[in-house]
């Protein structure tokens, strides 16, 4: 298993660049002191004595997740141990209106567990028990601050596993994925958190606990659980989780092909998929994310690659055998020059190391860089990548490839060194650039990693207002008083018809420039 | 209909038929459940959708969606029905990337029509058409499903983009046309099985797959509840895996496992042997689909009346459980209980006939419930006569009803949309 749907080496904080301004995004400290003080007794008597934090060095500890650049302290911490706990914490922030914002393990890449300076970080680690591997229903409960690859080390031994497996999995949370709908490398044909969430407690930003889904499939009602998924933090906080349990493959195949060029390299892609084969994954770096992984993993990867591709398949035997044949005919006949097949979990282990080791190993080659996450549909990926190049060659801003080729799902790594005048800027300009590819070929901003705060401004590039105007309807519907997670998702809060003028700021990340950031 | 009412209808017929170029009065073939209708508007795109929507607004209309009319009797009947929004004029497959293995239609296509289409580039929309004639608005709407979601899941895991119509008459979209996506709410999710209580779909995106090479479908007997269970266990813990599991359970006691198998010839045969092997007994494999695959027990029933249309869901471990409580509750109210479904996914539908007295539809749900509850899961009676739906109540305990209820506040604040069809009168 180790290394099959995912070991690797643990992600740390991507920098990046603009830290932003204590805004009212994100909040003033000292807005609604009196409210933060009820809120802070409320926790105090609920919670172990070390499950608050109000120390202000501590809080720093809490600034910021994955996404490194975006730093508010937080005006409280909050540990809770249980469900009941945290509900009381957040039914107390409900009452005195004091924003509050989830927080599993802080990997997030969007900022969306960047805290309020005005509110209460709720952090789930120390709700870390996973409370059945229920092998019979294939199903496990989980408490939100389980770590991802401990619910596949406690099922494996059953002959199971948990299939969502973001590069982050060693450290980050089943309710920090279900809060983002968490994606990663076997999403391909094993589906988005949203497609393994199948019931949870959720913790609503008036403090009840309510039900949502179960052991069982197609609750009657609204498929609230299916909308809370990927709602980042912004609709309650889910914590007791049920989850899907995958069967073990009998069998799994990586591969890893060297080709000259991602034209290559997408063209075996698109062969592969055109002919119905669906690899549990098909991961592609090309020549700069190359020379980063090895630079810092030694992943002795082809030597003069322009591109590779690690392809996975897995299932049974018999089907593996033949779809491998496949495989390995459509990557030679589009210009593999190099094809080595993983024959044990050390090799495989190595061949995954390289490509989950890419981002942090363009630290390697970069001193600063951002991460983009957007989505075009797989075809288009031959001429979206010439077009990267193109607009790397004339702004001169060099791009690392890094990416989930299978569903078209880039993560190109804009490099930049900070030191320099200018450099952020100029990074920043391609990297809105690429987003505005992918939007223009169909596609999506975020194909996991969420909008957080870092995306937000983007938003009505894909959505018109009344779209937007429609998804924040749910927002009004679990959170009128726009205390979970606010400033989050969406650019400009909806009002959910309450009396007009109780928030200071109506568009807060307009006001406070973040749309010209990008 | 109150003379107050038929004025109404007619001012706003106007306003419809400028927004609108077919509006009909409707027919009591129109009729909801048993509920009149007045106007039926046939809309040809989103857009004219939308403008019948905000007439329907000013003039203060209750709507009910309706695809192709195949299961407008599911759920509760409307408080009212003022007007039918058609959407049979929306047929269109709009989009195949097959490259990009995506599909996009309007809603009022029929699901039958998006299979051919993707069809003809060896794909499939992997939702199994279990009411026959059935549109993509109307699957969507009541989230039916059928032996396949073993494998692929059913509506939310395949749906990838919404284009819905407000009750105001707003046009929003969610979701997009690429397979990963997280940018934004999931409305989706929130549409799919609403019944029409939130808003109306008018076009959507679906993920695809390749049609598998070969299948084989491996069917044995099973004598007992317990043994029904042992044999579905077996297969979904084995590394055959199945494409589907599907239980059928005859009024009668006694009933078969079928497991599906899908993928290239030579490892369809492969995993068919070993299926056999595993399951043992009777067991043997066939290239046809057995009789009553993929259909709803109900169908099977005599075409005149109405018979009880059941849908039970449970962990996968309560299974046996849940159908020895339907035996035993059948036999205890001396009537046949036909169940059918999805045993590998924890999904059974049941048929009690037309004519069955209320009393003892009603001792059946409230036992097979009991027993669903227990599992984690719940009873919904989808269908029935009349009397039926009267003398019970159909969907059963939700949890989260309020939250629910909030929900439906924000989208229809008049509670125009199909009003009381849903769960908890919504």
């Not at chain 2, 996009?104 to 026959?132: F, I, M, W, Y």
């Not at chain 2, 984690?376 to 209820?405: C, H, N, Q």
Request: net charge negative; proline share 6%; hydrophobic share 45%.
């Amino acid at each position: 298993m180790s290394g099959t749907h995912g070991t690797e080496t643990t992600a740390g904080p991507v920098e990046g660049h603009v830290p932003p301004e204590a805004t009212s995004a994100t909040g003033e400290a000292g807005d609604n002191s009196a409210g933060m003080a009820a809120v802070t007794r409320v926790a105090r008597a609920t919670l172990s004595p070390n499950g608050v934090i109000d120390d202000p060095t501590e809080l720093r500890t809490y600034e910021c997740d994955g996404l490194a650049h975006y730093r508010v302290t937080p005006a409280l911490v909050a540990l809770p141990e249980t469900t009941e706990q945290l509900a009381a914490v957040v039914r107390a922030c409900s009452e005195h209106r004091v924003p509050f914002v989830a927080r599993g393990s802080g990997t997030g890449l969007s900022g969306g567990a960047l805290p309020r300076a005005d509110g209460v970080l709720i952090v789930t680690s120390r709700m870390r028990t996973i409370r059945e591997i229920r092998r019979e229903d294939q199903r496990a409960v989980v408490d939100p601050g389980v770590i991802n690859l401990d619910v596949t080390r406690a099922a494996t031994p059953e002959g199971y596993y948990y299939a969502p497996d973001p590069s982050s999995q060693q450290i980050c949370s089943i309710g920090g994925n279900l809060a983002e709908n968490s994606g990663g490398a076997h999403c391909l044909k094993y589906g988005f958190t949203s497609n393994h969430v199948l019931g949870a407690e959720l913790v609503t930003p008036q403090g009840d606990i309510v039900q949502l889904g179960g052991l069982a499939p197609d609750a009657p009602g609204y498929d609230l659980l299916g909308t809370v998924v990927g709602s980042e933090g912004t609709l309650g906080i889910a914590t007791t989780t049920t989850v899907r349990l995958v069967r073990l493959p009998e069998e799994v195949r990586t591969l890893l092909a060297g080709f000259r060029s991602t034209d290559e390299a997408g063209a075996a892609t698109s062969a592969i998929i055109s002919a119905g084969v669906l690899p549990a994954a098909i991961e592609m770096m090309d020549a700069l994310a190359i020379e980063a992984a090895e630079a810092a993993v030694h992943c002795n990867y082809p030597a003069g690659a322009g591109a590779v591709l690690v392809i996975e398949l897995d299932g049974a035997s018999a089907e593996v055998e033949h779809e491998y044949a496949q495989v390995e005919r459509f990557c030679t006949e589009n210009g593999a020059f190099e094809l080595r097949l993983a024959t044990d979990p050390a090799e495989r282990a190595l061949i995954w190391k390289g490509r989950k080791s890419a981002f942090a190993a363009v630290g390697r080659i970069s001193p600063d860089y951002i991460v983009q996450d957007g989505v075009i549909p797989r075809t288009a990926l031959p001429e979206v990548l010439r077009a990267i190049a193109a607009l790397s060659s004339s702004s001169g801003v060099r791009v690392a490839n890094v990416f989930h080729a299978g569903d078209g799902n880039l993560h190109p790594l804009v490099l930049f060194d900070d030191a320099r005048p200018g450099a952020g800027r100029a990074a920043e300009e391609v990297s809105g650039a690429i987003l505005d590819l992918c939007i223009s070929h169909g596609g999506a901003i975020t194909g996991e990693h969420g909008v957080g705060v870092d995306k937000a401004a983007y938003m009505p590039k894909m959505f018109t207002d009344d779209d937007l105007d429609t998804m924040q309807m749910v927002r009004c519907a679990f959170d009128p008083d726009n205390i979970s997670n606010p400033g989050k998702v969406f650019p400009t809060p909806r009002l959910c018809g309450e009396v007009p003028g109780k928030r200071k700021h109506a568009h807060p990340l307009v006001e406070a420039g973040l749309a010209d950031a990008f | 209909m109150t003379t107050a009412a038929r004025t109404r209808l007619d001012s706003a017929r106007t306003a419809l038929s400028s927004a609108c170029s077919e509006v009909v009065d409707a027919t009591p073939a129109d009729a909801v459940d048993g509920v009149p209708v007045g106007l039926v508007a046939r809309p040809a795109s989103t857009a004219e959708a939308a403008e019948v929507l905000r007439a329907a607004a000013v003039f203060g209309l209750v709507v009910v969606p309706r695809g192709r009319g195949t299961k407008t009797s599911w759920g509760r009947p409307p408080e009212q029905a003022d007007l039918v929004v058609d959407l049979s004029r929306m047929s269109a497959v709009v989009e195949h990337a097959a490259g990009d293995l995506i599909v996009k239609t309007e809603a009022g296509a029929l699901l039958a029509d998006v299979q051919a289409a993707v069809g003809s580039a060896g794909q499939r929309l992997s939702l199994d058409e279990v009411v026959p004639g059935s549109s993509i608005g109307g699957t969507l709407a009541t989230n039916t499903s059928g032996p396949g979601r073993v494998a692929v899941g059913t509506a939310r895991d395949l749906l990838l983009g919404v284009t819905v119509v407000r009750a105001d008459g707003v046009v929003a979209k969610a979701g997009g046309r690429v397979v990963k996506n997280v940018a934004g709410y999931d409305l989706g999710k929130l549409v799919i099985g609403s019944f029409g209580t939130l808003v109306i779909v008018t076009e959507a995106v679906f993920r695809l797959h390749p049609v598998p090479a070969a299948r084989r479908v491996v069917s044995v007997s099973a004598g007992s509840p317990d043994d029904v269970q042992r044999l579905v266990q077996l297969v979904v813990h084995a590394q055959v895996v199945p494409a589907a599991v599907e239980v059928e359970w005859s009024g009668t006691g006694g009933g078969t496992v079928g497991v599906l198998l899908e993928g290239t010839a030579a490892g369809v045969e492969g995993r068919a042997a070993a299926t056999i092997a595993l399951l043992g007994g009777d067991a043997h494999a066939t290239d046809e689909l057995p009789a009553g695959w993929g259909r709803l027990p109900w169908a099977d029933e005599p075409v005149a009346g109405r018979p009880t249309a059941l849908k039970a869901t449970f962990a996968l471990s309560a299974l046996s459980r849940v159908l020895a409580a339907g035996q035993a509750a059948a036999g205890a109210a001396g009537v046949q209980l036909h169940l059918r479904g999805s045993g590998g996914a924890g999904v059974l539908y049941g048929a009690l006939p037309a004519g069955t007295d209320v009393a003892a539809v009603r001792e059946v749900v409230g036992r097979l419930r009991e027993a669903c509850a227990l599992a984690g899961g719940a009873l919904v009676v989808l269908d029935g006569s009349p009397e039926v739906k009267a003398g019970m109540d159909t969907w059963g305990p939700v949890p989260a009803i309020d939250l629910m209820r909030r929900v439906k506040e924000q989208f229809d604040p008049e509670r125009r949309l199909a009003p009381g069809r849903f769960v908890g009168g919504i």
